[in-house]
Every structure is written in C-alpha cells, then in structure tokens.
C-alpha cells in the first residue's frame, strides 16, 4: 500500500563487507528501489556490520531497533533486501516474523521470497526459503573449515588476525588499524611509562594531581556520617581510555570498555611499549620518505 512507513535493516556478515561497503550497498539499492516502487517512506535505517545470520536475536541490538520501531506504531513494514539478512536459523526467523506480527507490521523482502502476503502459498514459501538460508548456511561453514583444514596443512596462519594487524604473505603485520591499536596500547601504559609519554597520547596532564582532582568527584569509603577518604584516580580507567579513544581516535573503528580490556588482556606491558614504538618508527620512516 502506498504511504506506508518502512523500518529497514542492512546486514553483512563480516567487518571487512562493512568496512568497504559493497554488501551493504547493493542492500540500499535494492531497498531504494522498492521503496520508490511503492511508494513507501522509509523512517528508520539498522545497520549489522559483522554480524553472523546463525547470532541469537538477543545478541542483535540493531535488528531488535528495527523491529521495535514497527512495536511504537513508527512505521507498519519491516523491510530487507533477502529474508536471509533476518536470519539463518528457520526457529529464529519464525520467532522475528510472528513478534512483527502481533505489534501490527509485517516484513517484507525486496526479492519478494513469499512476503507478499499471508496466504498459504506465500507463507510456504518463506518456509522454504528459511529452510534454503540454513542449508546455505551450514554449507559455507563446511566449505570454511575445508579451506581452513587447507590453509593449516600449507602451514598459513589461521583465524581472523587481531585488531590493528592484517595477514601478508602468512605473516601478521601492521594493518590499516594499527595506529588505533598503537593509541590505546599508549593509553594503557607500562610500567617505565614517563609523563611525557602519557601527555604525548592523552593530551592530559600525566601527572597524580589531575588525576587526585577527578578522583575527588568519585565515591571513597565512609568514615563517620559525612566524611569520606578520597582514594585518588591517578591512572585512566578502561572506560576513560574508551572515552578519550571515541573523541580522539573514533573516526574509523568503535571504542568501547570491553574493546580496550580485550588489548589490555591481549597484550602485556611489555608489547604494549613494544606496539607504541613500532608505529613511533613507523611515522619517522613516512616522514623521512
């Protein structure tokens, strides 16, 4: 029906589709054209960079604010490029579908899929279509660990590389993050970390005072009715780091507290210092070229 309102999610399945675009461009095509087709006003757009179809829908944000949009009366149509994008797991599909449905929407598939109505027939279909998104899907897993079980006996490295390096030639090296990595690392410190050193990556004073004067806007341990002991800040926490990374290094990757304690586990004191002076040498070679 022309007028209606329409919720859109885009998903891919791997930051790299993210990252360059391409998969969640064809999406928006697909989606612009329908949109223009019938008439529709899209009012809300979720995007899923990295994000598997087998992921439990209790661990996607994004697609639960999609569909929640339909929930507040905000638009009637959930619309996506391929039913896939909902899901690959026919008992999860089963479940988005009928929530959409008892909130008053309905969910649509560009490729039509069997989402043109709710007869028999379009409703076989979709169940058709749910049962070929996870065959397809437990395929690409077995042709993944065919090309994995490949790539060990060739000896290559397995696994997706950890953030800020990428793989050449089998070998991990500094990849298009790694000056992000190398700013939190900074952030994080090491045990014969100077002032300047900590200046020079928080653009805040390194010294205990700073840190004593935001200490005093947190909570001590209570002596008597009103007296608290002041126990002073004097190192970032992880959600500090987290904050200071957002504004300052947040243009081309995500920060969160769970992100810097995941580095600060990877790495210990020692190859963070490492991590920091290599991309030290690495802008003193780029300005020396």
């Not at 490029?81 to 009928?98: F, G, V």
């Not at 309905?106 to 039509?112: D, E, N, T």
């Not at 437990?138 to 993944?144: E, H, L, N, V």
């Amino acid at each position: 029906m022309r007028g209606e309102r329409v919720s859109v999610l885009y998903r891919v399945s791997t930051d790299q589709q993210g990252e360059s675009g391409l998969g969640i461009a064809a999406q928006m095509v697909a989606v612009a054209d329908r949109c223009r087709q019938e008439g529709w006003t899209m009012v809300h757009t979720s995007r899923e960079l990295g994000v598997s179809g087998k992921t439990p829908l209790s661990q996607r944000q994004q697609l639960t604010e999609a569909m929640a949009i339909i929930a507040a009366g905000q638009a009637e149509i959930l619309l996506v490029a391929k039913l896939d994008r909902l899901s690959r797991d026919p008992m999860e599909m089963l479940i988005i579908e009928r929530t959409v449905q008892k909130t008053g929407g309905r969910i649509v598939s560009c490729a039509g899929e069997g989402t043109a109505s709710d007869e028999p027939s379009q409703v076989l279909m979709r169940r058709v279509m749910s049962a070929v998104a996870e065959n397809e899907a437990a395929m690409i897993s077995q042709r993944t660990r065919v090309a994995l079980a490949a790539k060990k006996a060739r000896g290559e490295r397995l696994g997706r590389p950890p953030f800020g390096f990428e793989v050449h030639n089998g070998e991990l090296v500094p990849g298009r993050l790694f000056p992000e990595l190398a700013a939190c690392c900074g952030l994080l410190g090491w045990r014969s970390q100077t002032k300047e050193e900590i200046l020079a990556w928080t653009g805040l004073p390194g010294s205990q005072d700073f840190w004593h004067e935001r200490g005093r806007q947190g909570m001590g341990s209570a002596r008597g009715t009103n007296q608290y002991e002041v126990k002073p800040k004097i190192w970032m926490s992880q959600q500090d780091i987290a904050e200071h990374l957002t504004e300052y290094h947040g243009t081309r990757t995500t920060w969160s507290h769970d992100k810097v304690g995941r580095i600060s586990r990877r790495y210990d004191c020692e190859q963070r210092q490492q991590i920091v002076e290599t991309w030290e040498n690495m802008k003193k070679e780029n300005e020396d070229g």
